[in-house]
Every structure is written in C-alpha cells, then in structure tokens.
C-alpha cells in the first residue's frame, strides 16, 4: 500500500498544474552521504511493478521492494519529499565530512 500526505499532494498539484501527470516510481536509492533511501522519479510502470491509484496520481514500486517496505507513505518536509516505510535502511556516514562539511543538508533520519 502506498499513500500520500495532503502536503505532499499540495506539492505535486503544484508542480503537474501545467503539465501531463506521469507516474511516480518509488525506488530505493542505494548511494549517498547519509546511506540508502526510499526516493522518488518519474517512470514509466514496467512488468514487475506493483501500480497504485492514490489520489489521482500513479505511484509504481518493484514488487520486491514492495514486499519489504510496505506500507509506504509519501510526505513533503522543508527539504523536499520524504519517502516513508516499514523497510529497515542502513545509516550513512553523516558527520564524517564527507558530505557538505559534515551535515547531509537536514536531510538523514
């Protein structure tokens, strides 16, 4: 299952107001400063998705991932969306210098 915050459908009413609505992929993002995380992109469904209708706007997960992360709950804070779910993710190495001075910007949990 997948769902959204009204601040975050605010956000994307906002940024699709002038164009087409495409479907949003939730995926894991692996790299960074601050260890993996749920993010998201524009992307087409593919054969191994799970596909859901929330609000009006079509968010496409792996089914892999999906099993492991559901729920998931989109939401927007001060640093752009925050993608939230069940999955355990592994800290990065915020505070060691090695991303913007030693700070990730605000945005590790």
């Known amino acids: 299952m997948v769902s959204m915050t009204d601040t975050a459908r605010a956000e994307l009413d ?4 002038d164009k087409q609505r495409a479907p ?6 692996k790299g960074g400063c ?11 469904p593919r054969e191994n998705d799970d596909v859901f209708d ?6 496409v997960v792996e089914k892999e991932l999906m099993a ?13 969306f925050s993608v939230g779910s069940s999955l355990q993710l592994g800290g990065g190495s915020c ?9 990730c910007g605000g945005s590790c949990s």
């Open 24 to 29: 949003i992929r939730v995926y894991l993002n």
């Open 95 to 103: 505070g060691s210098g090695s991303c913007g001075g030693g700070s």
């Open 54 to 59: 929330v609000n009006g706007y079509t968010f």
């Open 34 to 44: 601050c260890g993996p995380s749920l993010t998201l992109a524009l992307d087409e």
């Open 68 to 80: 492991m992360a559901s729920p998931i709950t989109v939401d927007m804070t001060d640093y752009g």
């Open 14 to 17: 906002n940024y699709f107001a």
